[in-house]
């Protein structure tokens, strides 16, 4: 008897286990149903509620974790639909749904080669999938993408990576790695609002993402506000202490800002030669950073031209307005030059330029000046016929023009050949066409002020004004 009221206890109990495993089965069942109905009507989040609950109560059946991870790809958490498709395919490595729902978060993820790994996968358990096929195509492509991309890097072909990344966005549409990279590159050409839109993007779904901290950072920096930027590139190393952009980044900025700074002392205490010097290694710090350079050469232009290196500074303009053609003060600093060069249709050009962008009445003058000094560089330079300054005297005017007088006077050439007595007559008569306008203080302040002379008197090469 004793064993026989064993044997009917054991069955008992095992029984009720078998009892209690269907009905936790079936109650799984039940959610999963519910879920796939929530599923078929696009109710994702809902559906996501019930599949969880069917793998809280089965949390060993594979399918349920399929079912969850399509669920999570709908609602664009990729990498929790990753993870779910992962667990379905460990325990049960022959689900071919799984590995395929696999290979898609992968490729929505950028890593393509993983993606290859889980479609060859699914063409092991069903050579003829076409799907597979196609999506295996797919990763290599994105593949060639990437190591375009990468090529173009090297080359600092940025536009190229640019165009590369915008491709491979289309199949990995959820690649922070990819947004990344593209967002560096249009900062490094220049393209600093696309690039912060990007950054900011990364940066509201994961605050603690160093790299687009550093492309944050990196589009201010190069906008030339470098305090603000070297917060952005140490929050970034304060994320990931070892991310060397950041790290090169924030170290420039810092030598790029006490360099400027450097040189900006330097030039106040009216020490040329030490600023020009300071601006010239500054310069040197990163090449990258356009509109900080823009600024560093239009500086150095302004010491130079105080150095009277007048055709460097206008060389340094020019740089300047290579790398920002909106930078005013270039334009104004190298017209300026040009006007001290007696260059003035190249000043005209520029003050017209600045005219154009800012309409104010200083510019106007400046463009009304320049354009006179053009209208008198275009007559005769009655200073130059006499080899004096524009500020010479009435005394130094007087001696000039008897040296000249002499020198060309038609009597001392009555030897030469008649090309050269004709010469020499037309030069005598430019000697006496200039003094009589320099000497006389009515027609010289017209001469002075760019107006036409009507009456300017000449001597007729027989000596008499002499």
Known sequence: MPSLITLDSATSESSYCLVSVFSLCSQAEGFKEQGNAFYSKKEYSEAFNYYTKAIDVSPKNASYYGNRAATLMMLCRFREALEDSQQAVRLDDCFMKGHLREGKCHLLLGNAMAANRCFQKVLELEPSNKEAEQENKTAGTLLEYERMADFGFEKRDFRKVVYCMDRALVVASACHRFKILKAECLALLGRYPEAQSVASDILRMDSTNADALYVR??????????????????????????HEKARLACRNAKALKAKKEEGNQAFKNCNYEAAYQLYTEALTIDPNNIKTNAKLYCNRATAGAKLKKLNQAIDDCTSAIKLDDTYIKAYLRRAQCYMNTEQYEEAVRDYEKVYQT??????????????????????????????????????EIKKAYRKRALMHHPDRHSAATPEVQKEEEKKFKEVGEAFTVLSDPKKKMRYDSGHDLEDEGSCDGGGDCF
Do not use: W
């Open 217 to 242: 950072g990196l589009c201010l920096y190069y906008e030339d506000c470098i305090d603000k930027a070297v917060q952005f590139f140490v929050q970034a190393l304060r994320m990931a202490p070892d």
């Open 358 to 395: 800012e309409k104010t009445s200083d510019h106007k003058h400046l463009l009304k000046t320049a354009q006179l000094e053009l209208k008198k560089s275009k007559r005769k330079d009655y200073y130059k016929v006499l080899g004096v300054s524009k500020n010479a005297t009435e005394d």
